[in-house]
Each structure stands twice: as C-alpha cells, then as structure tokens.
C-alpha cells in the first residue's frame, strides 16, 4: 500500500530547516509501506531542507517517490542532487595556516594583501 504525505500540510509551504525533513523521516520510519511524498502547495525549500531530503530519499529509494515538485522546489533539490554526483574539493587542505601572537601582527598581515 502507498501512503501520501501531504508536506504541506505536515510542514507547510516555505520550508527553510534541515530539522523539518525530520518530520518527514520519523512518518517513513514508523512503518514499512511506500510512501509519495506530495509536495503540492509547497513554494520554497531551504537548500538544507533539499540537502536533508535528497538523504532521507536515498536512504529509502525503493520506497518513496516526489510529485508535484516544481519551481523553486524541483530547482533545489536538482541543484542538491547535481552537488552530491560531483566530487567534493576542499579548498582549505592546500591552504597556509598563519599564527598570529596579537592583533596587531594580524593587521598587519591582513594590509599586505
């Protein structure tokens, strides 16, 4: 049996919080039916949120489906998953690391750039 979870409804139409993808998994993990997630009426998720999703939609791929995500919304999460295929680079690991004894050595540095 598919089970809809209305994500307006249970969180509303602008989402901007990683903990409310929580909602979302404590709904699918209390039982083991396949879920669609209706996201209709939803104008606005967080990157976070989409971020939270994306794992939360990973996890349980076989039991899951997204309808009526559009816009901003479908935008997002697309964005979210084209981050996660690509490599992530780290660009502080080939930074210097600077130690300073005060401010005014730092400042100094800091007017040099």
């Known amino acids: 049996m598919r089970k809809t979870i209305k994500i ?6 602008d989402i901007r919080s990683r903990q409310n993808a ?13 879920f669609e997630l209706d996201f209709k009426g939803v104008s606005f998720i967080s990157r976070s949120f989409a971020d939270e999703l994306y794992t939360i939609t ?5 039991r899951i489906t997204l309808k ?3 816009g901003i ?5 697309r964005v979210v998953q ?9 660009k502080a690991d080939n930074a ?7 401010i005014e050595s730092l400042s100094a540095f800091l007017t040099t750039m």
């Open 8 to 13: 307006e409804e249970l969180i509303g139409q």
């Open 22 to 34: 929580d909602l979302i998994r404590n709904r699918i993990n209390e039982c083991d039916d396949f």
């Open 58 to 62: 990973r996890e349980n791929e076989d």
């Open 68 to 70: 009526n995500m559009v």
């Open 73 to 77: 919304v479908d935008s997002m999460l």
């Open 82 to 90: 084209q981050s996660r295929i690509k490599k992530r680079i780290r």
């Open 96 to 102: 210097d690391i600077k130690e300073f004894n005060d």
